[in-house]
């Protein structure tokens, strides 16, 4: 079998019917006979068919019950499906762990959340808050992420940069009570929610290990912010991330 495509159909099938070794065999022959298929993340692929191929079953069985934390988090489950879920196939934010958990006791049922980038997250927030309301700016992520939304959130699509921070200005000044930033554009969309946030309101940054957003960072230093870092893993990568809560209030 010469046909690369034909293997990938293949490698696919195996990694959806979970024959994680077949998978893993195959992607590292299209990838040895195709090298320039490495360079468009096949090789991410292969990784994490070797990861996924692991007798994690036998794993969790001989580790103390609830100990697995790849396993319990839904890291593994994440890695297989291709988003963040949890070990009960929920949907959870894509968000470090540790930050994750972290809100899971602090969100009020009554607040207002403005969110910077759709998606598991989206109705994450939607089974604990009032109201979501979201942008996204990739129309064929939007398109897949539109049905399964529940009545008490406004997906929108703007796929302009500035159209897309500008978007939560529409909104009377100190209206949410928590706002995440994320995305596309993110400077812009932080420094246009500073007067949309409530004063003891919470401010969710993710990524924030990523050098172009330390302007961010001063900027809400400056406006009086207190920070805490999250790092960690996030459902379904292997690297470590940093996910930032900022606030004003203690009240959190």
């Not at 046909?3 to 070794?21: C, G, H, R, T, V």
């Not at 796929?159 to 209206?175: H, R, T």
Request: hydrophobic share 35%; proline share 4%; net charge negative.
């Amino acid at each position: 079998m010469n046909n690369p495509n034909e293997k990938l159909n293949l490698a696919n099938q195996d990694f959806n019917n979970q024959q994680f070794y077949q998978a893993a065999d195959l992607d590292q022959e299209i990838i040895q006979d195709n090298p320039q298929l490495k360079q468009q993340g096949l090789s991410i692929r292969l990784a994490h068919c070797l990861v996924l191929s692991g007798n994690w079953s036998m794993i969790s069985g001989n580790l103390t019950p609830g100990t697995n934390y790849l396993d319990v988090s839904g890291w593994l489950n994440s890695l297989f499906q291709g988003k963040p879920v949890n070990a009960e196939n929920q949907p959870i934010p894509w968000y470090t762990y540790p930050a994750i958990e972290f809100l899971e006791d602090k969100i009020n049922s009554d607040s207002l959340v403005f969110e910077f980038g759709g998606g598991q997250s989206t109705l994450w927030w939607s089974n604990r808050v009032k109201q979501v309301i979201s942008i996204e700016s990739d129309e064929g992520w939007f398109n897949q992420i539109y049905q399964p939304m529940p009545e008490n959130v406004q997906l929108n699509l703007e796929s302009d940069e500035q159209k897309y921070a500008d978007f939560i200005l529409q909104y009377p000044d100190k209206y949410f009570d928590i706002i995440i930033v994320d995305g596309i554009n993110r400077n812009l969309c932080l420094e246009n929610s500073l007067r949309k946030i409530k004063e003891n309101g919470l401010l969710i940054f993710d990524n924030i290990d990523d050098h172009r957003y330390d302007s961010s960072i001063k900027l809400l230093a400056s406006e009086g912010y207190k920070k805490i870092d999250f790092w960690g893993l996030i459902p379904g990568y292997i690297y470590k991330n940093c996910t930032s809560l900022f606030f004003k209030s203690t009240e959190i």
